[in-house]
């Protein structure tokens, strides 16, 4: 069965702290790790990744995945108190795309 | 539609009622997935549909739960007898085959169900 565990569960922190969100996966056949930032209901699209060792990054985010280990990173520099938000990560195998999610990391960034 | 579209946002409903969740997912879409996010917990998977077809229902958790998908478009999501433990956001999900390879899916805002 498919399995993703993301650690550490809550996280709280101070605006311009950095911070680390793990997550491990257990996919058969797989083909792509996922991120996704959820504030209210919907979650939204933050990263792709399907290569080994590929650092992407969109502003203070930036995620990388490790194919041999099967763990990605997800690092959020100088935070922000609108990075306040369950941030989940989901791997997808090669079928027909069904993703599966991790328990989700909640952050909580004070001023 | 430029987005997917849920509805209702927020159900609150009697124990032992049925509910009918609406999922209007965007145009084009041929992909869509219905998931369920208990308080505190990630996203269970529940159906998979490609056009009007489930070939993956495996996460449904019981036969009071249903749901079929016309026209290659909305889909209903169909609760049998509700029970508290339904009490969950029903979120879904679509995609096309170029978008699920590059952004995954989108996600609609879901469905706030609320057993009482």
């Known amino acids: 069965e498919d399995k993703v565990v993301q650690s550490p569960l809550s996280l709280v922190v101070h605006e311009g702290d950095t911070v680390t969100l793990n997550c491990s996966y257990e996919?058969?056949?797989?083909?792509?790790l996922l991120w996704y930032k959820q504030e209210k209901k919907a979650p939204t699209f933050l990263f792709m990744l399907t290569s080994s060792g590929i650092e992407k990054k969109s502003g203070r985010l930036s995620s990388i995945l490790d194919k041999k280990e099967l763990f990605s990173i997800l690092n959020i520099t100088a935070t922000q108190t609108g990075d306040s938000a369950i941030y989940l990560c989901a791997a997808g195998g090669t079928s027909y795309g069904k993703l599966t999610f991790g328990q989700g990391t909640i952050l909580t960034v004070h001023p | 539609g430029a987005g997917v579209s849920q509805s209702p946002s927020n159900k609150v409903t009697e124990k032992g009622k049925d509910v009918e969740l609406r999922c209007d997912p965007i145009s084009g879409h041929t992909a869509l997935y219905w998931y369920r996010q208990s308080l505190g917990q990630g996203l269970e998977f529940l159906i998979y549909f490609q056009g009007n077809s489930a070939p993956d229902k495996s996460g449904l958790p019981s036969d009071r739960f249903s749901a079929e998908r016309t026209g290659g478009s909305v889909s209903t999501l169909t609760i049998q007898r509700t029970q508290q433990e339904d009490s969950a956001v029903y979120l879904c999900a679509s995609s096309s085959r170029l978008d699920r390879d590059t952004y995954g899916y989108t996600f609609g805002s879901g469905t706030r169900l609320t057993v009482v």
């Open positions: 996919v058969t056949n797989f083909r792509s």
